[in-house]
């Protein structure tokens, strides 16, 4: 079973080199430049009150689906988070990874290799949308409903300690790419080069990458994510710890499988990650790269009781400013799925 894992892995891998973007750790180059950074908008294109005029209540529209979504499924939440970040990450926080399939479009971000079976939410995100659109007919952004989400789903998760104001005002793109994935998610087998250059290609520095990585302390990944960790490797210093590899092989009983991110507290928002980080008890290669020398300091910071969850909210603010759309290059889609 393992070597089925790793030569799934190796298939992603390869597949990512048809698609020019090779990934180290198999043997190929990286990309020979970065991801094209992208800009932030300018002070005042997003505020805290946009919808108190146009569409007052709409956040709360927003916070009462998202909670009613958690209740019923907890994995839910860790969904919608993963969901504000993967949008935000290619062409910007525009709800571009919203878009299905259109003969037009073929190919949108939704079905790139990094997100296809593995994205959640969607229908969440879509009964927001159906009641924002009953109160308050073509006002509030998919892109802003995604931002919102994402900042509620944190909050349940966090069982509401971690709460925080998003600001709004996000148009919603018109562009939507599979390729694109490729280029700008961090894969789950980057090295510590990768990842800090990836999140610096969004504006976002080494300590922020550290504590956006902390949102994998809930959620689950499929056991192909990480066939390059198994079988252990003992010869490698950032290698699973015995005792957890055994436990996580045990429950990959094919590539298919699913397991907890985070297998103390799966279903808490919380900083246990960076312990787990630090007892060789995580799943990517790219989370037990935080253990090397650059970024060792900012994992034990995050163990200072409220220091994550504090840092998180700001990270969390920053990265839904990322390249946001306005109205000279967006639109307010009247479905989330489809431009107008």
Not at 7 to 18: E, F, K, N, R, W
Request: glycine share 6%; hydrophobic share 35%; charged share 25%.
């Amino acid at each position: 079973m393992a070597s089925k894992l790793a030569t799934l892995a190796l298939l992603v891998a390869l597949l990512g080199c048809v698609a020019h973007t090779c990934q180290a750790g198999y043997g190929f180059p990286y990309p020979s430049s970065a991801p094209k950074k992208s800009s932030s908008p300018a002070a005042p294109t997003l505020n805290y009150a946009h919808y108190y005029r146009t569409c007052k209540g709409a956040e709360k529209i927003v916070r009462d689906v998202v909670q009613e979504e958690i209740k019923r499924n907890r994995g839910i939440g860790a969904g919608l988070i993963r969901l504000f970040f993967h949008d935000c990450f290619v062409q910007g926080c525009d709800a571009s990874v919203l878009l299905d399939k259109t003969p037009a479009n073929e190919s949108t971000e939704k079905f790139g290799l990094p997100n296809i079976g593995s994205l959640r939410g969607f229908e969440v995100i879509d009964k927001i949308k159906k009641k924002l659109e009953a109160k308050c007919k073509g006002v509030v952004s998919c892109a802003d409903i995604v931002a919102f989400a994402g900042r509620d789903a944190t909050y349940f998760l966090s069982n509401k300690k971690v709460y925080f104001e998003m600001p709004a005002g996000r148009y919603d793109g018109r562009i939507s790419s599979a390729s694109e994935t490729l280029f700008n998610l961090p894969p789950p087998f980057a090295n510590i080069t990768v990842l800090e250059a990836t999140f610096a290609a969004k504006g976002l520095n080494l300590d922020e990458m550290v504590t956006l990585s902390g949102a994998h302390t809930v959620g689950i990944s499929h056991c192909s994510s990480f066939g390059d960790r198994l079988p252990r490797n003992a010869s490698d210093p950032m290698a699973m710890n015995p005792r957890f590899a055994s436990s996580v092989t045990r429950k990959c009983k094919s590539a298919s499988s699913t397991v907890d991110q985070d297998f103390k507290t799966p279903n808490k928002l919380d900083n246990q990650y960076y312990k787990n980080v630090l007892n060789h008890e995580v799943l990517f290669t790219s989370d037990a790269a935080l253990e090397s020398s650059k970024t060792k300091r900012l994992v034990k910071q995050n163990l200072i009781p409220n220091m994550w969850e504090t840092k998180f909210k700001q990270a969390m603010r920053k990265m839904g400013s990322i390249a946001v759309k306005t109205k000279a290059n967006g639109e307010i889609r009247r479905n989330c799925r489809l431009i107008n």
